[in-house]
C-alpha cells in the first residue's frame, strides 16, 4: 500500500503563484513515476505534469507548458508542483499520483492522495 499525502494548496489571485507537495510512504516499487493530476467542478479529471523518478524526465500538458514545473527530492520522499502565472481557469482540485513502471503516458496510475484545493481569483 502506498500513501500520498498533498499539501500547499489555497487561494490565489491570477498571476500568483503556489507551491504544491505530496509526500509518498510505505511501498516503494524498483522504478515509478509521479504525477499531478487535477478536476475543476463539472468536467473530468485530466493530467497536468509527470515525472520519472530514475532520471527526472518530465511531461506537462500543454495548457500548463511554460509555467508548471514538477520536480522531486529523493531524500524527503517528496514531489512538488511549482504553478507560476496562475490563471483563474487553472482552478480545480489538485490530486498527486504514483504507478510503476517507466512509462510516461498519462495513463494507468494507481495510487492517488486526497487532493488539495487550487484556487484562482480574477
Known amino acids: 500500500q502506498v500513501q500520498l499525502v498533498e499539501s500547499g494548496g489555497g487561494l490565489v489571485q491570477a498571476g500568483g503563484s503556489l507551491r504544491l507537495s505530496c509526500a509518498a510512504s510505505g511501498r516503494t516499487f524498483s522504478r515509478y513515476v509521479m504525477g499531478w493530476f487535477r478536476q475543476a467542478p463539472g468536467k473530468e479529471r485530466e493530467f497536468v505534469a509527470g515525472?520519472?523518478?530514475?532520471?527526472?524526465?518530465?511531461y506537462y500538458t500543454d495548457s500548463v507548458k511554460g509555467r508548471f514545473t514538477i520536480s522531486r527530492d529523493n531524500a524527503k520522499n517528496t514531489v512538488y508542483l511549482q504553478m507560476n502565472s496562475l490563471k483563474p481557469e487553472d482552478t480545480a482540485v489538485y490530486y498527486c499520483a504514483v504507478k510503476s513502471g517507466d512509462i510516461l503516458a498519462t495513463s494507468q496510475y494507481n495510487y492517488w492522495g486526497q487532493g488539495t484545493q487550487v484556487t484562482v481569483s480574477s
Open positions: 515525472i520519472r523518478w530514475r532520471d527526472d524526465r518530465t
